[in-house]
């Protein structure tokens, strides 16, 4: 799928969502994050952020962080980490991050999902390198929406989907022993797969 598709239609969407409000009271689709920790089940915001929302489900419904290359690897809490600008996440994906195709960057300010207590994510480095790595927020961070500090570029992250369930399993993680961030033993994402 073209880059110029994509931004149709994010447009197209952007547009449909400031005509109907963004309902977020909706039912969502929702999947299910299995690890040895426990479960977190969250709710993905497919018509608000139809490319990053579309492609996390691509991947769900393809299987392909179903492997035992798909783990939670980076913990950043309070204390391990300088600067002004200080965030509280937990992030994961493929082990491998270059097998999937980047996507258009879909920012807070057109989509109006922004980063609250248990948001869902993707990580990136430029715009528009997003592909299968995401974050869970611990906390709101408002710092990671258009317009934030935490990214020079000021565009902030893509965020796509909220946890419902499981926000003590994403705290437990976080605690972890790391080293610089990276944990000395990343936690197995056993599966990912939507709920009925």
Do not use: W
Not at 32 to 58: D, M, S
Not at 116 to 129: E, F, I, N, Q, Y
Not at 155 to 166: K, L, M, T, Y
């Amino acid at each position: 799928m073209s880059r110029s598709y994509l931004k149709i239609i994010a447009c197209v969407s952007i547009s449909f969502c400031a005509a109907t409000a963004c309902n977020f009271g909706t039912r969502q689709p929702r999947v299910i994050f299995e690890t040895p920790e426990g479960a977190i089940t969250a709710e993905i915001y497919l018509e608000q952020a139809p490319v990053t929302a579309g492609n996390f489900l691509k991947l769900v419904d393809e299987g392909v962080y179903n492997t035992n290359r798909t783990i939670f690897y980076r913990v950043v809490r309070m204390d391990n980490q300088s600067g002004d600008v200080k965030i509280e996440v937990i992030q994961g994906g493929l082990s491998d991050r270059t097998a999937v195709e980047p996507i258009f960057h879909e920012t807070t300010e057109q989509t109006g999902i922004t980063h609250l207590d248990g948001t869902l994510s993707m990580a990136r480095s430029k715009p528009g390198t997003a592909s299968s790595e995401f974050f869970i927020c611990i906390g709101d961070q408002p710092e990671l929406n258009f317009g934030g500090r935490r990214n020079p570029d000021g565009v902030g992250f893509a965020a796509f989907g909220r946890v419902v369930d499981g926000m003590d399993v994403v705290r437990k993680i976080q605690q972890q022993k790391d080293k610089d961030q990276y944990l000395i033993e990343p936690v197995p994402i056993v599966s990912i797969r939507r709920l009925p």
